[in-house]
């Protein structure tokens, strides 16, 4: 019996299509607190072998031994219909973890790179991986409640994005924000995809 | 320095055996391919592996968590195995003929049905 997700014999249940979306940024910049904002948040173990390419130095405490080829992730899953789930994998921000990323990237609809005003040069690296890979991205500004309220415009500037680069603020925490960086994101994909379209996306919140 | 009074236990002393073991040291597929990570796999229906195979355990696992259909990353979530120990398993399976794995979408993603429907669904939430 051939299976197919457009074809499936009747005795078998239908495979849904699924598509993934990229939450990158920096170290503590909220990511695993934005994907539980709008999804069931599930613990993904890894084992991967690293290369010696890959064993770099690392800057950033919150990984425990250089060593380990142990690398825990969350990935959080949203179903809309049966037949269609989407899927959002919060990048390992570390350097050490960039070979990773070809894999994650590979196939993803798009990007999120969630930046953090206090320390937006954690978000340059993010920003230039998408880039060079060609993967569509929006730039989402954490807005916590200690940092200084910034400009969409002046995280435009200071990462600098090109023009069509959609910039958001956010509240990572808050579904209905979070909600919004995404139909922005995939918003942007569409219109990328067929320029001649015009899409309805979410409106900017106020900065 | 070895500290006597100090002691491992459970999931402290880590995995009893390390994870590519059950693998046979294997890290990727034997035909190469790599199987994604939101690829779907279901088991084909009253498929028996081939004479002279004999499963794992862990093939037994996993072939137990794709009666209906689920991704790559859920299995693996759910039987908490390492993704790329779950992979390569997932290959032997799909070797056997006893599991059909549904590729993801690979390289950019333009279709805009799909773009459309995933819009339509977050707009929903």
């Known amino acids: 019996m051939d299976y197919t997700h457009s074809d499936a014999a009747a005795d078998a249940p239908a495979a849904p299509t699924t598509a993934k979306i990229l939450i990158a940024g920096g170290f503590g910049a909220g990511k695993t607190t934005l994907v539980s904002a709008i999804s069931e948040i599930r613990p993904l173990r890894t084992e991967e072998t690293l290369s010696d390419r890959s064993v770099g130095v690392d800057d950033i405490s919150g990984v425990r031994g250089k060593t380990t080829t142990t690398v825990a992730m969350d990935f959080g899953r949203i179903t809309f219909r049966s037949d269609l789930a989407l899927y959002l994998f919060g990048t390992p921000g570390q350097e050490r973890f960039w070979f990773m990323w070809d894999e994650l990237a590979y196939g993803a609809l798009g990007a999120v790179v969630l930046a953090d005003t206090r320390r937006l040069g954690d978000c340059f690296a993010s920003v230039d991986y998408f880039e060079r890979h060609g993967t569509p991205f929006v730039v989402a500004v954490n807005c916590f409640d200690d940092a200084p309220p910034y400009d969409t415009d002046d995280v435009r500037i200071a990462l600098d994005l090109d023009p069509d680069v959609p910039v958001v603020l956010c509240d990572a925490r808050d579904r209905e924000s979070v909600k919004n960086v995404l139909i922005t994101l995939v918003g942007y994909v569409l219109t990328r995809a067929n320029p001649a379209a015009e899409y309805q996306s979410a409106p900017l919140p106020a900065g | ?125």
């Open chain 2, 1 to 125: 320095m070895i500290v006597p009074n100090e002691q491992w236990l459970d999931r402290e002393a880590g995995p009893v055996v390390r994870p590519y073991a059950v693998t046979k040291g294997r890290t990727v597929a034997a035909d190469g391919t790599s199987v994604g990570l939101i690829d779907v796999v279901l088991a084909v229906v009253d498929a028996q592996p081939p004479a002279g195979v004999r499963l794992s355990p862990e093939h037994r696992q996993i072939l137990a968590q794709c009666r209906r259909p689920i991704t790559v990353v859920d299995l693996a979530s759910d039987i908490d195995l390492p993704v790329g120990v779950v992979r390569v398993l997932l290959s032997d399976l799909s070797e056997y003929g006893i599991v059909r794995i549904q590729g993801a979408i690979r390289g950019p993603v333009t279709n805009e049905r799909l773009l459309r429907d995933v819009l339509d669904g977050l707009h929903a939430l």
